[in-house]
């Protein structure tokens, strides 16, 4: 099918055929050029919406046809329809009736992933990719024993998403458990993140070539039928191929050829980089650069590279994020010393023991809520067998518009139940390149930094640093309250300390550095004063204000403690700082109630008797 030239912008009130679908059979009557219409005004709403709000663009203009294909020929929601990662949703949203895409990844608007709130359409909600194919082994199988036999599971999961471990663990049982009626369409475009990597690209690579015109061998040794490749813009070749699926019994995969970020060239030229996710475009032609130049993530990258330069033991890991991590100044000056290892944390951190064992310091590098996924290599590979293995977290705590999946919420209360495992928490650029100086001359534990998302802010200097690293930020003549501030969260702690000197209440600030192990001199600092408080963008519960507390109680120290954090439950999706301002962390906030805190005499919930 020729891939038709955007028309331009035009309000979804007045495409006539996408304003006509409200569920999925309402694509049915369409003809074949209706169709082709239909595809054509789907991608100009999402170039359109898309480059206002700020989303995945480049993997939706890819899937237009793919997701009219699937939709037409099976039954959603009766048919269960699962996206690996969900990145590519959008167009399944608007086939589902969802069109208001003006506050998309906003509070209060569409999420940017499926989500069961929104629509009963929508059954998996996580965004980690690799994991479909275990939901659709589960569901398929469930059907079967239920004797649900006329129920379709189709599982959409990229190429990508294949050099995950997780899909090839469901590989492995999907070949087994009887008759079920359980499609797998392998959406290969190339690329996840970034390019796909490893071997099973090599042999998607040869299959789209015609270089293998049979039944790759792999797939029949894992009892698994195989159609394709098909050409993933050619609607009636992928609703052809798909309906030959329906009268099946056992596991089939489709594999389907599609072009990232089809039908806008930018998407096309970038599919790679900035086009796969993106913040709102200015004049629909490039991302804006928001926080160019001065984001954690370059200022990481910066570090690494002159780290990097002056001690060839350090090298770096990462899971098909080389860009997205900010690998890529070291990769493009040093290409042998960084290591994709694809959609693989686990890999990822198991290997980098055995880089440690042969003489190297590894650097991984992943986002913060990744790292949820590679705890037990962490624990069992790393810290047991005291490998020298920095990890390096980017976006920790609240990231905004991704929602619940995307939070790097949970890492510092994982983290804790690692033996010997140090974390720090840098708080400006040249705090971040000092720590990650200290962390790569550890070679006998696991080291961990995690950086929030966005601009770094001002350097904050200390006024003076104790003997185990605390830094000490701000000294008041008062003792009425200690602010232990976490990372980035200290530049609030000194507008705490500010608006708390308008109240006549002295507050001293202080960052730990190395929040995990607690400092012994934070116990030392805590005598005396009427109360601590902690700030974290992690949650509280299990956090580091609770560790704080406990190190304060094993110390003697009396002094109440009153973490401020995050709640122990699922955020969803939003602008950073409104999502801070409804859960009670902006300085005026919190200012207010330390004030109530010290003026009342009641134990509050924050604290523990």
């Known amino acids: 099918m020729a891939e038709e030239p955007l028309r331009p912008a035009t309000p979804v009130s007045v495409l006539p ?57 099976f039954d959603s929601p009766r048919d269960s329809i699962l996206f690996d990662v969900g990145h590519q949703s959008y167009v399944h949203k608007l086939v589902t009736g969802r069109h208001d895409f003006s506050g998309l990844r906003r509070r209060g608007g569409l999420a940017g992933y499926p989500q069961r709130s929104e629509s009963v359409h929508d059954i998996l909600e996580s965004s980690h ?58 959406n290969d475009n190339g690329r996840s993140y970034a390019p796909t990597v490893g071997a099973i690209s090599r042999v998607l690579a040869a299959l789209r070539s015609g270089r293998e015109v049979r039944q790759p061998t792999r797939i029949a040794d894992l009892d698994l039928d195989y159609l394709g490749p098909v050409d993933g813009h050619d609607l009636p070749a ?87 991590t900010g690998l890529r100044p070291l990769a493009d000056r040093f290409p042998d010393r960084v290591i994709d290892v694809g959609i693989a944390e686990q890999h990822a951190v198991a290997s980098a023991a055995g880089l440690a064992f042969g003489g190297l310091h590894p650097v991984v590098a992943m986002y913060a809520t990744f790292v949820n996924r590679a705890i037990d290599q962490l624990l069992m590979d790393v810290a047991l067998h005291r490998a020298g293995v920095t990890l390096v977290l980017d976006r920790a705590g609240v990231t905004g518009p991704d929602g619940a999946t995307h939070h790097g919420v949970w890492d510092i209360a994982l983290l804790q139940a690692v033996p010997g495992l140090r974390l720090a928490a840098p708080r400006d650029a040249p705090s971040l390149r000092e720590e990650l100086a200290e962390a790569v001359r550890i070679d006998d534990a696991p080291t961990v930094l995690r950086l929030p998302k966005g601009p770094v802010g001002r350097n904050l200097e200390a ?7 605390v830094d000490v930020l701000r000294e008041a003549p008062g003792r009425d309250v200690l602010v232990i501030a976490v990372g980035p969260f200290a530049a609030m702690a000194l507008e705490i300390a500010d608006r ?22 934070l116990a030392v600092l805590a005598t005396g004063f009427r109360r601590v408080v902690t700030l974290e963008d992690g949650i ?20 109440p403690v009153s973490p401020f954090g995050l709640p122990d439950g699922f955020l969803g999706h939003g602008a950073r700082d409104d999502m801070l301002t409804e859960l009670g962390l902006t300085a005026s906030q919190i200012t207010d109630e330390i004030v109530r805190l010290l003026a009342s005499r009641t134990v509050e919930n924050r604290e523990t008797p």
């Open 540 to 559: 509280t519960g299990p956090g580091f204000g609770a560790r704080v507390r406990s190190t304060l109680l094993d110390a003697g120290v009396r002094t």
């Open 129 to 186: 990719a690799s994991s479909s194919l275990s939901w659709a082994d589960g569901i398929s199988r469930a059907y079967a024993l239920t004797g649900e036999n006329d129920r379709h599971v189709v599982a959409v999961v990229g190429d990508g998403a294949l050099t995950g471990g997780l899909s090839w663990e469901a590989l492995n049982n999907l070949g087994t458990g009887g008759e079920r009626k359980l499609v797998i369409v392998v």
């Open 463 to 469: 006024v003076r640093r104790l003997a185990d690293g």
């Open 238 to 324: 992928l609703e052809a191929a798909l309906r030959r699926t329906r009268h099946r019994d056992r596991p089939v995969i489709v594999h389907v050829v599609t072009e990232k970020g089809r039908g806008y060239e930018p998407a096309r030229r970038d599919a790679a980089d900035q086009f796969h996710a993106i913040g709102p475009v200015d004049q629909l032609a490039r991302p804006s650069r928001r926080t160019s130049g001065g984001s954690w993530t370059s200022s990481f990258g910066e570090a690494i590279v002159g780290l990097a330069a002056g001690d060839r033991r350090i090298i770096a890991v990462t899971a098909a994020m080389t860009g997205a």
């Open 500 to 521: 708390l000197n308008a109240h006549a209440l002295g507050a001293t600030v202080v960052d730990p550095r190395w929040i995990l192990p607690v400092a012994p001199s």
């Open 17 to 73: 055929r996408l304003s006509d679908i409200n569920c999925p059979r309402d694509l049915d009557h369409l003809t074949g050029p209706q169709l082709d219409e239909l595809a054509a005004e789907i991608r100009e709403f999402l170039v359109t919406n898309v480059v206002r709000t700020g989303g995945h663009l480049g993997p939706n203009l890819g899937v237009v046809e793919l997701t009219l294909a699937v939709h037409r020929v």
